[in-house]
Structures are given as C-alpha cells and as structure tokens.
C-alpha cells in the first residue's frame, strides 16, 4: 500500500506587502506522497502544513496552551461543582485520569502531538533522500533544519507530559520516539534515558543545519518582518517568528536542558540567547514588556522567538477565557475559565508592593469581570484584543507564543551559580514589567522560590506550569488543597495505543 502524506494543505499565494498571503492557509487537499515533494513548493506547503499542525485547537491552538495543561497545573478557578457542570475541567484539575472526561482531551493531545511529528518526519525523509527539488543548498538546510526542530519540539512535550519525573521520581516510563511516516507504522519505545538522547540529537541536529543558514543571520527579526523594505529572492522566508529559526531551537534547547535538570548547560544555551547579537550589532531580541503593553499588545509578541498564528484567535479562545469581555453569567456559562479575585492576589502576592506599576497585573487581567452576585472573576486578556484594532494584526495580535525572551530570563536568573547575576538579570527582567522598585535576590535558595512564581505569572496561559512543577517535583501546586503524588504527574497514554509500560 502507498504511504500518503497525513496533511498537505494548498498554500496561497505569498505577497511581498503582507504576511497575510503566507499565514492564511485553510483549503486542503491530498495528494501523493512522491508527487509532493518533486517541486520545492512541495516541500513549503509540507512544512507550512507541520505548522498549522502545531496551531491546531487540540495541540498548541488551545489544549496545550490555554486550557488542558493549565487546568493540570490547577491554574484556573474550578470549585467542586463543576464535578457536573464541567467534568472535564473537574477532573483534570484532580488528575483524575481514569475518568471519561479526560479521556478525550489527552487522546487529542497526544494523536496532534504525533500526526505533527509524523508530517515533520516525511520532511526529513525526502529532504535526506536528496531534496534535488530544492536547489539552493542553505534553503534546503533551512527547511530540514525547521523539521527536525518541529519533531523535537513535539517530542519534548510528549516527554514532559506523559514521561517520568526527570528527577527523584520511582516509576519509570518508556514513550514513542516515532521516526515512521505512514499512518500504519508503529514508533519504537525507549526508555528515558535512551529517549533524552535522541531528543537532544534532534535539537543538535536542527540547529547544525539551521546556523548560518537561516536568514535570522543575514537579516534581523525587524527587517524579516518588513518585506517591503527587505527584498529577498525567496519570500517564503519572511516573518522567522513564525518558524522555529535558528534562536527560537536555541531557547528550546535551554528549555530541555532545565526540564532535565542539567542546569549548567540550559544556563550555556539561555545566555547564548540572552548575548547574541544580530547582523546590525544589537541583541537579536530584547524583553518587550514596556513598548507591547503601552500598544495593547498583551501577548508581548515583539519579545517571541517563536509564535503559531491563529487568525481566528480573538473569537474561539476568549469563548473559553473571556478575556476583555464581561457582565456574563458565570453560573450559566460555566465553560469559562478565569480566577477568584484572591486567587489572582496570591498569583502576585511575593511583589504585591509593585502591583501598581507592573504592566502584567494591569494590562493582561480584565479586573471588570463578574458574577452575577457582584463578586470580581478575573479573566485573562492575553489573547484578545479590541475589534477596532486593525493594526499589525497578524504580526502582533494573532498569536500564540511558544518560546519567548521572558522565559529565556527566567531560566538563566534560576540556573546562573552568581547571586550578582542573578539580580542583575532580574533588575532587568523587572524593568520591562514596569517594576523598578523590586527586592534583590539575598541567595540563592530565594531565587529558585521567586522564579518558580515569575514561571507562573509570566507564562499564564501558555502551558508551561504544569511541567515546571513536574521537573521539580514539587508536593505542593498553588490553588491545589492535597499533595501532589508522582502518578499525578505522569499523564497515561491514550488506552487506544500501544502501551509497553501496562
């Protein structure tokens, strides 16, 4: 039987004066797999396809981000009502895995995870086989590279959520490292330890490809941006914040090295963001809090080494998490996610002192929101923004972050061995929430405590709390009445699929 390709998705025509050409790609078609990749349009469509993958509702779009994960992390308000009005929510926040209303959001998740990885493996495949369709050697590095990155940015995450506690944990867990193509292939299992290597292979191996190559070293972000004034000969290599370049596969390196615990190395690769400079001598990308907040910008785009664009952002995830809207009936629609107002007092409560400065607690949460008893419910305005917003929509509204600078920080203040770097770092990371008046870090015991709230403050509503209390192996989550126990963290593969571990 032929192999088919999972996607191919029909690519618009890309226009020199906007983005818009280049990320808006909803029609689809299949074809073959060997017709697909005999023209380099071939292999555009196949990785702009990975993306929209990634972008999906069931993955990164929604249950990776803003809804499933966070509620494993007990971030959102979820009282024991909702037992049966919301059983799903309920029931992820107690990591009740055996019940049906989880079962299909972590059967989702984890079959997105892999039909992405499957898509980004046929990449690799013709690519490695000869990729004569591409003729420009640096294009066809750039391209291969942006696969091996998405498979092991997948992967990553297949790691955190259904693998073993990194460190200290008793039960081990093998997991699918899945290098197949076709939809009736079956990915090998490996153990830890065996799967760490080839994810950090994975990681190598894209940015071996990606270094000098990706046009992130011949143009900065800015300029990439900007095809109006930036004319390459090869415009599908506009808009790098979209892809997984070169920068962005080096803050997921530091990501992987924290989660593992090999701190030294996550501090190496989170600095070697931090000091790296673009073709025009300044820092490749800065912390963005002060000029995306002051421009209604709440995702703070500008600081993103790497975002998913979703056109329809502003109506399906504020369905869910309100965002700017309010005077709803909380009882009635109790799909909605948002906090208690003392939940979102003790989400800032170690810099209550600076509350009235910081543009996070001012700007992303919409404060007006109530029940209809009159009590505050605040909801998260990260990803909504006014309907009379017209500007750079695509580029700075249309977002979901994935990897950005205000985590690369965070990972070098927690993983740097100098106390005087570590506040140097943080002094700077606090300027750009608008907060100069913030205590200084004492030792380093009161670093790791402080950065493990920043995590939580910072990232909201992007998925990474969750796995940041997995790493550590934390007993205690915030908003979570019991201890955490170590099967609690360990998501169960989908009962539908090969499990070597039962």
């Known amino acids: 039987m032929k192999t088919y390709i999972l996607f191919l998705f029909a690519l618009l025509t890309v226009c020199l004066t906007s983005c818009d050409d280049w990320l808006d790609v909803r029609a689809g078609n299949t074809i073959k797999e060997e017709d697909q990749f005999r023209t380099y349009k071939g292999f555009r469509d196949a990785l702009t396809g990975c993306y ?25 308000y979820c009282p024991e009502e909702n037992k049966t009005r919301t059983p799903e929510y309920y029931y992820l926040t107690t990591h009740s895995y055996t019940q049906d209303a989880v079962l299909t959001p972590i059967d989702e998740i984890y079959r997105g995870l892999f039909n992405t990885i499957a898509q980004a493996n046929v990449i690799i495949k013709h690519a490695e086989a000869g990729g004569e369709a591409i003729n420009d050697e640096k294009t066809r590095a750039t391209i291969t590279g942006e696969a091996y990155a998405i498979r092991a940015y997948c992967q990553l995450d297949v790691l955190r959520l259904f693998g073993q506690l990194p460190q200290g944990g008793s039960k081990q867990v093998s997991l699918p490292y899945s290098y197949v193509t076709g939809i009736n292939e079956m990915p090998s299992y490996y153990a830890f330890d065996d799967y760490v290597t080839l994810l950090k292979a994975d990681i190598d191996k894209a940015l071996s490809l990606l270094e000098d190559n990706d046009p992130i ?22 808009y790098r914040q979209f892809r997984l370049n070169y920068w962005a596969v080096k803050a997921l390196q530091a990501r992987m090295y924290l989660y593992l ?8 690769a989170a600095m070697s963001v931090i000091n790296a400079k673009g073709i025009d001598g300044n820092p490749i990308m800065e912390l ?27 109506t399906y995830a504020n369905n869910v998490l309100v965002g700017g809207n309010w005077g709803l009936d909380w009882q009635i629609t109790s799909r909605y996610l948002y906090l208690t107002e003392d939940m979102l007092h003790q989400l800032y409560l170690s810099i209550a002192s600076s509350t009235g400065s910081h543009n996070r607690y001012n700007n992303i949460w919409n404060r007006q929101a109530k029940a209809p008893s009159g009590a505050i419910c605040p909801t ?38 100098s106390l005087t770097e570590a506040n140097s770092l943080y002094t700077t990371y606090m300027r750009s929430c608008a907060v100069s008046n913030h205590s200084t870090f004492g030792s380093t015991n009161e670093v790791k405590e402080e950065i493990i709230n920043e995590y939580r403050r910072k990232l ?15 007993a205690k989550m915030l908003w979570k009445a019991e201890e955490v ?5 360990i998501v169960p593969l989908p009962q539908t699929e090969y499990n070597p571990n039962n």
Request: a negative charge.
């Open 217 to 238: 070293f011949q143009y900065t972000f800015e300029d990439l941006n900007s095809p109006t004034t930036t004319l390459m000969e090869d415009s599908y290599f506009y």
């Open 380 to 417: 998260l305005k990260k990803y909504w923004y006014s309907e009379e917003t017209t500007n750079d929509l695509m580029l700075k509204h249309q977002i979901i972050p994935m990897l950005r600078m205000s985590e690369i920080y965070l990972i070098a203040i927690e993983t740097t061995t």
């Open 261 to 268: 615990g090999e701190n030294n190395n996550a501090y190496k």
């Open 460 to 474: 909201f509503g992007e998925g990474q709390m969750f796995y940041t209390y997995k790493r550590i192996n934390s």
């Open 485 to 489: 126990q170590e099967d609690e963290y």
């Open 52 to 76: 929209m993958a990634m972008a999906d509702q069931k993955t990164y779009g929604q249950r990776m981000t803003m809804t499933t994960v966070e509620l494993l992390a007990n971030l959102w």
């Open 288 to 314: 963005s809090g002060l000029t995306d907040m002051g421009a209604n910008r709440f995702a703070c785009p500008s600081e993103c080494l790497f975002y998913l664009s979703k056109y329809d952002i502003n």
